[in-house]
T-cell receptor
């Protein structure tokens, strides 16, 4: 059974479009995250949610809006896509929200904006 | 955020032990030392973490210096599947932020 899953795996779209990436975890964790890995492989946190409440928002443009319908899901909606949004987006989850807990990552969604 | 320093790359032969070093001289008393790795075309994978004492799990061992200013991830017998980028990360007890650096790219040769 997949612990953290993301859909779609690949997403190709044009500038200006709106798209969503979905994430689900079946680990019973209460904290979920979105990370972005750019073309230089630099991995950076974007958001974290704990029990459906936004905890971290790392100065991400407001075109990016995470939504957590329940503890097991954290979706990422992106409006007015730009070329610079092309990256691999990883979802992750953890049991707690402190440094004592490990994070489990999904397989990633490769977004290409043309 | 406390910073870590790792070598850009390391090499190993299969079935040999690998010692991946990490310096974190500005570590605070409440920082946990986390190690993650990222295999090609996959998401990061948790390896191990510790606070003060050495830690062992099925994947690796973590040796933490007595002053906590450095640590070493030990893979006891490298396999080809261990070829990945290994990240050493400091994470405060009161934050859920993982701040990834550039990591160490480990190559394993048959």
């Amino acid at each position: 059974d997949t612990a953290v899953s993301q859909t779609p795996k690949y997403l190709v779209t044009q500038m200006g479009n709106d798209k969503s990436i979905k994430c689900e975890q079946n680990l019973g964790h209460d904290t979920m995250y979105w990370y972005k890995q750019d073309s230089k492989k630099f991995l950076k946190i974007m958001f974290s949610y704990n029990n459906k409440e936004l905890i971290i928002n790392e100065t991400v443009p407001n075109r990016f809006s995470p939504k957590s319908p329940d503890k097991a899901h954290l979706n990422l909606h992106i409006n007015s896509l730009e070329l610079g949004d092309s990256a691999v987006y990883f979802c992750a989850s953890s049991q707690g929200s402190s440094g004592a807990w490990e994070q489990y990552f999904g397989p990633g969604t490769r977004l290409t904006v043309t | 955020d406390a910073k870590t320093t790792q070598p850009n790359s390391m090499e190993s032969n299969e079935e040999e032990p690998v010692h991946l070093p990490c310096n974190h001289s500005t570590i605070s008393g409440t920082d946990y030392i986390h190690w993650y790795r990222q295999l090609p075309s996959q998401g990061p994978e948790y390896v191990i973490h510790g606070l003060t004492s050495n830690v062992n799990n099925r994947m690796a061992s973590l040796a933490i210096a007595e002053d906590r200013k450095s640590s070493t991830l030990i893979l006891h017998r490298a396999t080809l599947r261990d070829a990945a980028v290994y990240y050493c990360i400091l994470r405060s007890y009161n934050t859920d932020k993982l701040i990834f650096g550039t990591g160490t790219r480990l190559q394993v040769f048959p």
